[in-house]
């Protein structure tokens, strides 16, 4: 019987992909209105997803190195109007789905235990949990930068389930990941859900998750006939 | 002649002292109400404090060490509480002097040249100008960290003084600080403005600025003196 879930948060908890994106659209908007020379946003948007890719997300000039490939001058004027405009957007798209509190309520009323096993920095990803207002709801947060291992490894769905004080098989993860949250918590042998949700519900690999998903509040019914089955 | 009025930011053109304040009282009540121990907010308020002015304004882990400082384990509901509450509370108070807008219009129209010589890290000073909405009236803005020196030095005057094409004795320069901007612009040869706003205001040294005014807006009389006197 099932005695705990745990979440993602990106993309499973509140759409990420879109967030990003608009952060992204709007930084270089302001950019190009504060004098960015190549007006070209969609060109704009394919460069500085490449330095992105290249520096990885937590890299904090991004759009320094995109002024550099423009061979623009590191100009604050610029590079402060992008960073304003990101964090704007950041916190205005940072909302939960419309789903996603009721479905956490009904599963404390079900008494389950919740948790959150996250890849990221600490204060990102507990900054999201705040910001969505969940941060109450969950049992245990855990961050692979706290544990100093990401998803890959068995330890970090194993802190979780010490904590909820949980087996394996009495718990379920849900994640948007086929690669990732699906391929790795199955390994740990945990129930999965995939929630289709964001730029990888598209993916296509041979990983078979229990469960899969459109929207959250359907774990609701899956819960339900656990229970009940 | 006078041809360039040169600004401070911080207390200067908005109120930082004021929003200093509340960002780190809103923190500490924001790191309370998520679980740290200590319930006394004036006396988390004064251990946060001596903190800063420790580690300086610019380090990013003042609330870890305050969780150390009070023997908590390092714990990011808490951390990611604060940082939360303390940025929402910035943005909240970064808003112009009632009479800064006007004021800075008004020169605008007279015809002078307007910059910032400000001290400070360059993204967090443009990121204040873009917020306050005032970054467009600003034909130079020196930044310390820009420049490779702080206020002690003539060179930041001079950098500014340089790009808007002026001698010193043309410029004149508002900031709050007695020991830092009158007594630097002094020395360069500008003449200097004391605005009696924020913590520095009841500062007494034997430093003399040319002018004291209360409020920003009184500086258009002492420059109307300047043109017609």
Request: charged letters at 30%.
């Amino acid at each position: 019987m099932i005695k705990a879930v745990l979440f993602d948060i990106d993309d499973t908890l509140y759409n990420s992909t879109e967030q990003t994106f608009h952060a992204r659209m709007n930084a270089i908007k302001a950019m190009i209105e504060a004098g960015l020379p190549l007006k070209d946003e969609k060109k704009c948007y394919k460069i500085l997803k490449e330095i992105i890719d290249q520096y990885g997300s937590n890299y904090d000039k991004h759009f320094n190195k995109l002024l550099k490939k423009l061979g623009v001058k590191e100009n604050y004027r610029i590079i402060s109007a992008g960073i304003v405009a990101y964090h704007d957007t950041k916190s205005a798209y940072l909302k939960p789905y419309h789903d996603t509190i009721p479905t956490l309520l009904k599963l404390k009323e079900m008494g389950l235990k919740l948790g959150v096993v996250t890849e990221g920095r600490m204060e990102k990803q507990w900054e999201k949990l705040i910001r969505l207002g969940i941060q109450h709801f969950f049992d245990t947060v855990v961050i692979s930068e706290e544990v100093g291992c990401d998803k890959s490894s068995k330890r970090i769905f194993e802190v979780a389930l010490r904590r909820l004080k949980c087996k394996p098989n009495e718990a379920i993860y849900v994640g948007d990941r086929l690669d990732k949250d699906i391929a790795n918590a199955n390994k740990v042998g945990l129930k999965t859900v995939r929630i289709l949700k964001g730029k990888y519900s598209k993916m296509k690999i041979p990983i078979k998750p229990d469960f899969t998903i459109k929207t959250l509040s359907e774990i609701i019914k899956i819960l339900k006939d656990d229970y009940y089955g």
